[in-house]
């Protein structure tokens, strides 16, 4: 099982909401990480959008659009990525990442497509 | 304005080594610690290394253990990977990225190992 697992594709209508998931192993628990998010287009490389761990620990990323949010779902043991009023230009891929162990983790990456 | 870019990528026979650097501007680059990321062709985002602000400390992907070798000169503001025993698996835009997570990416350097 691999530590982070992002669903691969994700679809959505223009100005609804999307919720991407991450899941973490089951055998570290969601609440203890701050889990960040990057949106990568094609072409380019990743931008950094937010960090969250709780309501009180959490940053948004330098000009990122507050349309964009983080929270968890602890009975899952998943992190969320909510990015609501979706626009053609959020069309992208989306990877979570945390510390763990020394190391870097990133998940697999979700496709967002908005159609 | 940040600035990170990355250059030393090229074609490599297997076995072979590379050295990437990463020239930074646009801030104080003696107190951010720093990674280098890559992405095969294609696939998802894979970390390779950290190194603290000072290069005292030094993390490795198991993937790349024993065989690259991160560095920095803070006095040039550069950032350095000496890859060697490369195998085709390693083939990768390898972006180098600010912070220990990642806020800002360079635009990558493409590695090819192929005979």
């Known amino acids: 099982q691999a530590v982070l697992t992002q669903p691969a594709s994700l679809s959505a209508s223009p100005g609804a909401s999307a919720s991407l998931t991450c899941t973490l192993h089951?055998?570290?628990?969601?609440?203890?990480?701050?889990i960040y998010w990057y949106q990568q287009k094609p072409g380019s490389p990743p931008q950094y959008l937010l960090r969250?761990?709780?309501?009180?620990?959490?940053?948004?990323g330098s000009g990122v659009p507050s349309r964009f949010s983080g929270s968890k779902d602890a009975s899952a043991n998943a992190g969320i990525l909510l990015i609501s009023g979706l626009q053609s230009e959020d069309e992208a891929d989306y990877y979570c990442?945390?510390?763990?162990?020394?190391?870097?983790?990133f998940g697999g990456g979700t496709k967002l497509t908005v159609l | 304005e940040v600035q990170l870019v990355e250059s030393g990528g090229g074609l490599v026979q297997p076995g072979g080594s590379l050295r990437l650097s990463c020239a930074a501007s646009?801030?104080?680059?003696?107190?951010?610690?720093m990674n280098w990321v890559r992405q095969a062709p294609g696939k998802g985002l894979e970390w390779v290394s950290y190194?603290?602000?000072?290069?005292?400390?030094?993390y490795y992907a198991d993937s790349v253990k024993g065989r690259f070798t991160s560095s920095r000169d803070n006095a040039k503001n550069s950032l350095y990977l000496q890859m060697n025993s490369l195998r085709a698996e390693d083939t990768a835009v390898y972006y180098c990225?600010?912070?220990?997570?990642?806020?800002?990416w360079g635009q990558g350097t493409l590695v090819t190992v192929s005979s």
């Open positions: 990442m945390i510390w763990h162990s020394s190391a870097v983790v």
């Open positions: 190194i603290s602000s000072t290069g005292s400390t030094i």
């Open positions: 969250y761990k709780s309501d009180s620990d959490k940053q948004q």
């Open positions: 089951s055998g570290i628990n969601v609440g203890s990480y701050r």
């Open positions: 646009g801030f104080t680059f003696s107190s951010y610690e």
């Open positions: 990225a600010r912070g220990d997570v990642a806020t800002y």
